[in-house]
């Protein structure tokens, strides 16, 4: 039996063509959606863009047809814009709130119709929904399967012989043949396990693995455990265009990318300059507008970006560290900026690291990834399981996203940490709590 969608105004903010997204059924946006859509289409961040898009998409569909009474999409199914209708919900419910006549459009339409399906990202109007007996689920569209998210790197334990051989050829046969370029190997030997080797699938010829780099310490700063190590080897390598780090605070994605930043950024010459951005998204209450100038904004958002510079600026210039960051930000070898900010422009031959990655829509890191020019490296980091953005989930963010349709590129190379190395305390809380 088809079914008729009815759209939240979250939905088309997160994937302003999610209308386009269900198949053969009918898709209904209410008119109260549109109009919240008129209030953010003027803002300047990417919920403005998006309202932009849905508005200009919609507008080529009313040439087709009256939007009204429904017109056809290309994937067979319908488009219609559904008026508010008088108060059908119980009196608990108040049409002043825009969820609330998004609800009552749909608890309309059921009266007439035993398939409508409301979907939201929002928890509470989901819950409601459920309350007056109307069924809703979430956008699925772009969700991804967690526990299948590509690792990045897996164990193998084999004979010592094996090992002693990579160790002597710096190569060996890729035998399983189940690796995808860039994926990285720990071999353990069977008669004892802490004699191991770490390989890389040569992203030219996966059936190869390949012994890794002599170990870099790019800033003073040297891995502490074998992930890091993997990571610095896709992170220093100019090949691999896009790189994910994924783990938990204190893991030191954050730190070691920037390090291989500035190495390649400021000391080889490969990059113009290090681009350094976050998602601009409060952790609980927001605290409001702040006063001054963008730099002096943004330096309240970068404060974990502040502090692992000057761990790094401190291995490298312990006397005068203040002055070198300084020095380099003047000179435009380092430049902070927010998500927002970088959105239209062109970015070549540049080191952009994207932090905090897990806070971004699919949609928006697309819009990021997009910007890189010829010869620009990106870095995105995050933990998805410290989500702020309360649209987003595990499932649904930026980052997952990008891991998991990223996938066997060979431009791309990823790896998930496991291991926190910023203090006991950390590594309790990252596991406990």
């Given at each position: 039996m088809k079914k008729i969608y009815i759209l939240d105004t979250n939905v088309l903010i997160h994937d302003p063509l999610s209308f386009t997204k269900f198949d053969d059924n009918t898709v209904v946006i209410p008119i109260s959606v549109l109009q919240e859509l008129d209030t953010f289409k003027t803002a300047g961040d990417e919920r403005g863009k998006s309202a932009r898009v849905i508005s200009r998409r919609l507008d080529e569909y009313r040439v087709k047809g009256k939007l009204n009474v429904g017109v056809k999409l290309e994937n067979g199914g319908t488009l219609k814009i559904e008026l508010d209708h008088q108060q059908v919900l119980p009196p608990e419910f108040r049409l002043t709130e825009m969820d609330d006549r998004i609800l009552n459009s749909a608890f309309w339409l059921a009266k007439e119709k035993n398939n409508v399906v409301l979907v939201t990202k929002d928890i509470n109007l989901r819950l409601k929904s459920d309350a007056v007996g109307i069924k809703a689920e979430d956008y699925k569209a772009g969700k991804v399967k967690v526990d299948e998210?590509?690792?990045?790197?897996?164990?193998?334990?084999?004979?010592?012989?094996?090992?002693?051989?990579?160790?002597?050829?710096?190569?060996?046969?890729?035998?399983?043949?189940?690796?995808v370029p860039n994926e990285f190997v720990i071999f353990r030997a069977k008669e004892d396990p802490k004699k191991t080797a770490i390989g890389r699938c040569d992203p030219a010829d996966a059936s190869?693995?390949?012994a890794l780099s002599p170990e870099p310490s790019p800033w003073g700063i040297r891995p502490l455990n074998k992930e890091q190590r993997c990571a610095m080897e896709l992170l220093l390598d100019d090949n691999v265009k896009l790189v994910t780090l994924i783990g938990t605070a204190g893991t030191g994605k954050?730190?070691?990318?920037?390090?291989?930043?500035?190495?390649?950024?400021?000391?080889?010459?490969?990059?113009?300059?290090?681009?350094?951005?976050?998602?601009?998204?409060?952790?609980?209450?927001?605290?409001?507008?702040?006063?001054?100038?963008?730099?002096?904004?943004?330096?309240?958002?970068?404060?974990?970006?502040?502090?692992?510079?000057?761990?790094?600026?401190?291995?490298?210039?312990?006397?005068?560290?203040?002055?070198?960051?300084?020095?380099?930000?003047?000179?435009e070898k380092i430049e902070i900026a927010s998500v927002s900010h970088i959105r239209g422009r062109s970015l070549p031959k540049q080191y952009m690291l994207v932090d905090d990655a897990q806070n971004l829509s699919p949609h928006e890191i697309k819009t990021i990834l997009s910007r890189a020019g010829e010869g620009t490296k990106v870095v995105?980091?995050?933990?998805?399981?410290?989500?702020?953005?309360?649209?987003?989930?595990?499932?649904?963010?930026?980052?997952?996203?990008?891991?998991?349709?990223?996938?066997?590129?060979?431009?791309?190379?990823?790896?998930?940490?496991?291991?926190?190395?910023?203090?006991?305390?950390?590594?309790?809380?990252?596991?406990?709590?």
């Amino acid at each position: 039996m088809k079914k008729i969608y009815i759209l939240d105004t979250n939905v088309l903010i997160h994937d302003p063509l999610s209308f386009t997204k269900f198949d053969d059924n009918t898709v209904v946006i209410p008119i109260s959606v549109l109009q919240e859509l008129d209030t953010f289409k003027t803002a300047g961040d990417e919920r403005g863009k998006s309202a932009r898009v849905i508005s200009r998409r919609l507008d080529e569909y009313r040439v087709k047809g009256k939007l009204n009474v429904g017109v056809k999409l290309e994937n067979g199914g319908t488009l219609k814009i559904e008026l508010d209708h008088q108060q059908v919900l119980p009196p608990e419910f108040r049409l002043t709130e825009m969820d609330d006549r998004i609800l009552n459009s749909a608890f309309w339409l059921a009266k007439e119709k035993n398939n409508v399906v409301l979907v939201t990202k929002d928890i509470n109007l989901r819950l409601k929904s459920d309350a007056v007996g109307i069924k809703a689920e979430d956008y699925k569209a772009g969700k991804v399967k967690v526990d299948e998210l590509y690792p990045g790197l897996e164990f193998r334990d084999v004979g010592s012989a094996v090992i002693d051989k990579f160790y002597k050829d710096k190569s060996v046969k890729n035998e399983a043949a189940d690796l995808v370029p860039n994926e990285f190997v720990i071999f353990r030997a069977k008669e004892d396990p802490k004699k191991t080797a770490i390989g890389r699938c040569d992203p030219a010829d996966a059936s190869v693995i390949r012994a890794l780099s002599p170990e870099p310490s790019p800033w003073g700063i040297r891995p502490l455990n074998k992930e890091q190590r993997c990571a610095m080897e896709l992170l220093l390598d100019d090949n691999v265009k896009l790189v994910t780090l994924i783990g938990t605070a204190g893991t030191g994605k954050t730190l070691i990318s920037l390090a291989c930043g500035l190495q390649k950024a400021v000391d080889d010459n490969i990059y113009k300059r290090l681009i350094i951005c976050r998602s601009v998204v409060p952790v609980g209450r927001d605290i409001g507008f702040l006063p001054g100038t963008k730099e002096e904004k943004l330096s309240t958002w970068m404060g974990a970006i502040y502090d692992n510079l000057e761990i790094i600026m401190d291995k490298r210039h312990q006397e005068d560290s203040l002055q070198k960051f300084e020095y380099l930000l003047q000179n435009e070898k380092i430049e902070i900026a927010s998500v927002s900010h970088i959105r239209g422009r062109s970015l070549p031959k540049q080191y952009m690291l994207v932090d905090d990655a897990q806070n971004l829509s699919p949609h928006e890191i697309k819009t990021i990834l997009s910007r890189a020019g010829e010869g620009t490296k990106v870095v995105v980091t995050g933990d998805p399981y410290q989500i702020d953005n309360p649209y987003l989930d595990i499932a649904s963010n930026g980052l997952t996203y990008i891991v998991d349709r990223m996938k066997g590129q060979k431009l791309y190379g990823h790896l998930t940490f496991t291991k926190t190395e910023r203090s006991q305390l950390a590594s309790l809380v990252a596991e406990l709590l």
